[in-house]
């Protein structure tokens, strides 16, 4: 199993059993708060895994979660989302390919820094993929 890529946006939907996705405002990797703590309403992360033709057959487990530039991890967090893969249309010998789409609501960062919206092995330490955002004080 392995993230291809992760970025966030402003809202984005995925179909289901196509992984063909849409997406408003994607590749946010700045956002400013007046005051901290401070927040974000939502945002979108969206992604791709594949996974080895041996795998497809099986049902793999990840969690998705927000890291604190100090290692705290912040609420919301996903936890044990459920991936089958099955066959790759493409054929047998082809690595199948899912699309992983989550909307974070109501985040509170409680500093400034750089966060990460992590992939990992459901239960691990294991990280699987992230992506970053800087949070900086609003400039007046």
């Known amino acids: 199993m392995k ?8 809202a984005g939907m995925a179909q289901r059993e196509s992984g ?12 400013r708060c007046p005051k901290f703590p401070g927040g974000l309403h ?15 057959a099986e049902k ?7 890291v604190s530039p100090g ?8 936890r044990g989302l459920e991936l089958s893969p099955g066959q790759s249309e493409l054929g047998a010998d082809k690595r199948p390919e899912l699309t992983l789409a989550l909307t974070f609501q109501s985040i ?4 400034a820094g750089t ?6 092995k459901s239960g691990t330490t294991e990280e699987l993929g992230r992506t970053t955002i800087e949070v900086l004080p609003l400039e007046v």
């Not at 290692?71 to 996903?78: R, S």
């Open 115 to 120: 966060f990460a919206f992590r992939i990992l």
């Open 20 to 31: 063909l996705f849409t997406v408003l405002n994607g590749g946010i990797n700045l956002v």
């Open 108 to 111: 509170v960062f409680p500093n």
């Open 60 to 66: 793999h487990w990840v969690d998705a979660e927000i």
């Open 3 to 10: 993230v291809e890529y992760l970025f966030l946006a402003d």
């Open 42 to 56: 939502s945002v979108f992360l969206l992604g791709r895994i594949s996974f080895d033709p041996d795998e497809s």
């Open 71 to 78: 290692g705290q991890i912040l609420e919301p967090a996903f």
